[in-house]
C-alpha cells in the first residue's frame, strides 16, 4: 500500500496554502514525488506521515543504563530538563528505546507549533499519521544536505542534524530518487497529538480533572525517585562531559565545565590561564576528594579558582595532610562561608590575610 510522505516547512511558517515536499512511497520505494500546496494535497484525503524541518528537528543521543521503561521515560526528562532552552511543559518531548550500545535518541519541539500543524492538516482534510524529524525520512546510513543542514540517518532509531560548517567526511549521500524512502523509527513526536475536536465544556472538564489527579500522583511518585535518579543523571553527564572534554583532569560540575570548554574553543582561548586553570582543577579533584559531588559552581579569575559548595555539603578542617601535599606543590586553599579558593602559595596566603 502506498503511504503519502510530506516534507514540512518550518511550523512557524505552515498554512494549507504552503508549499511542502512531497513522496508516495511503496514498499520502501518511491513511486513518485514533487512538490504540492497542502490544500491541494488534501484532495487524496490520505493518512500522512510529516517530517520537520532541520531547523524544528531538535535531536541528541544519552547515555543510559538499562532501566526500566519508567525509569528511562523520568531519565529522559531530567536531561531534557538541562537541554532545553525555555519551559519544558512547553516542549513535546520523544525518545526511541535504548540500544545495544546503550544510547537513547531524543527529540524535541514546541507544543504550540504541534498544534499549529494538527489544525493546518485538518484543514486539508489530512490525517496525521506521525511526525519525525527530517533525517528520519532517509534510508539508514546515508546523508543528504538541505536548506543548510547536514541530515544523516545513522541507524533505524538514530539520526543526526548538523549545520553546515562542521565536517561531513566519510558518509554516503542518498540517491535523490530514494531522499524518502526510508523506515520509519518506532518512535514520533506525534504522542497524544490529535485534531481539534468539538467536545463539549463538561466533558472536557471531567477529562482535565482526571488529567490533574494522574498528574498529581505522578509527581508524587517522581518526587520520591528523584534524587536517586538525579544522582545517576550527574553521573552519566559527568562521563559524557569526560568524553567530549578528554582534556579536563576532574569533573566536579558538568553543566558549567561544558559550557565554559565550549566558550573557550569557541573564542579560541588558550596559553597560561587554562594552563593554569587545568592545574587547579586537576589539583582540586586530586587533593581535595571531598569536593567531589558538592560543587554548585567555580570561576577562575586572576589565577584562583573559586569553588562554591553547595548548602549541605561537608569538608574537613584547613589542617591536613592534603593541605600540605598542596603546599608541596605550591599552591593553597583558603576556606570562607561561600566554599574555597585556590592559587599560587603567595596569593592565597594574601588573601587569607586580607580576609583577617
Request: glycine residues 8%; aromatic residues 6%; proline residues 7%.
Amino acid at each position: 500500500m502506498k503511504r503519502l510522505r510530506i516534507g514540512l516547512p518550518p511550523l512557524d511558517q505552515l498554512s494549507a496554502d504552503s508549499p511542502v515536499t512531497f513522496a508516495w512511497v511503496e514498499r520502501g520505494v518511491v513511486v513518485s514525488e514533487g512538490q504540492e500546496r497542502l490544500a491541494q494535497l488534501g484532495k487524496q484525503r490520505q493518512a500522512v506521515d510529516c517530517f520537520l524541518h532541520p531547523r524544528d528537528s531538535l535531536l541528541t543521543g544519552l547515555e543510559l543504563p538499562p532501566l526500566p521503561a519508567a525509569k528511562t521515560q523520568a531519565a529522559v526528562a531530567c536531561v531534557a530538563q538541562a537541554l532545553i532552552l525555555g519551559p519544558v511543559e512547553q516542549m513535546q518531548v520523544a525518545h526511541g528505546p535504548r540500544e545495544s550500545d546503550g544510547r537513547v535518541q531524543v527529540a524535541w519541539v514546541p507544543k504550540d507549533g504541534l498544534q499549529r500543524l494538527s489544525q493546518v492538516l485538518a484543514q486539508a482534510q489530512l490525517k496525521l499519521r506521525g511526525v519525525y524529524p527530517a533525517p528520519y525520512a532517509l534510508p539508514v546510513g546515508t546523508s543528504v544536505l538541505e536548506d543548510g543542514y547536514l541530515l544523516t540517518r545513522d541507524t533505524l532509531q538514530q539520526g543526526t542534524v548538523h549545520p553546515l560548517g562542521q565536517p561531513a567526511l566519510d558518509v554516503q549521500w542518498v540517491d535523490a530518487a530514494q531522499r524518502w524512502s526510508g523506515a520509519t523509527p518506532a518512535w514520533g513526536l506525534q504522542g497524544r497529538l490529535s485534531p481539534p475536536s468539538t467536545v463539549g465544556w463538561g466533558r472536557a472538564l471531567a477529562c482535565l480533572g482526571v488529567a490533574a489527579a494522574i498528574w498529581t500522583i505522578g509527581l508524587n511518585l517522581y518526587a520520591a525517585r528523584q534524587a536517586d535518579e538525579g544522582q545517576q543523571i550527574k553521573a552519566m553527564l559527568s562521563q559524557q562531559v569526560r568524553q567530549a572534554f578528554p582534556e579536563l583532569p576532574v569533573v566536579l560540575n558538568p553543566l558549567q565545565q561544558a559550557r565554559q570548554q565550549l566558550a573557550a574553543r569557541q573564542s579560541g582561548a588558550a596559553g597560561e590561564p587554562g594552563q593554569r586553570f587545568s592545574s587547579l582543577l586537576q589539583l582540586a579533584g586530586s587533593q581535595l576528594p571531598f569536593m567531589v559531588g558538592s560543587v554548585e559552581s567555580l570561576s577562575f579569575e586572576q589565577g584562583r579558582l573559586h569553588l562554591a559548595l553547595l548548602a549541605d555539603s561537608r569538608s574537613p578542617a584547613v589542617e591536613g595532610e592534603w593541605q600540605a601535599a598542596l603546599a608541596q606543590a605550591g599552591f593553597s586553599a583558603v576556606r570562607d562561608e561561600h566554599g574555597w579558593t585556590l592559587g599560587p602559595a603567595e596569593t592565597a596566603s594574601v588573601q587569607e590575610a586580607s580576609d583577617e
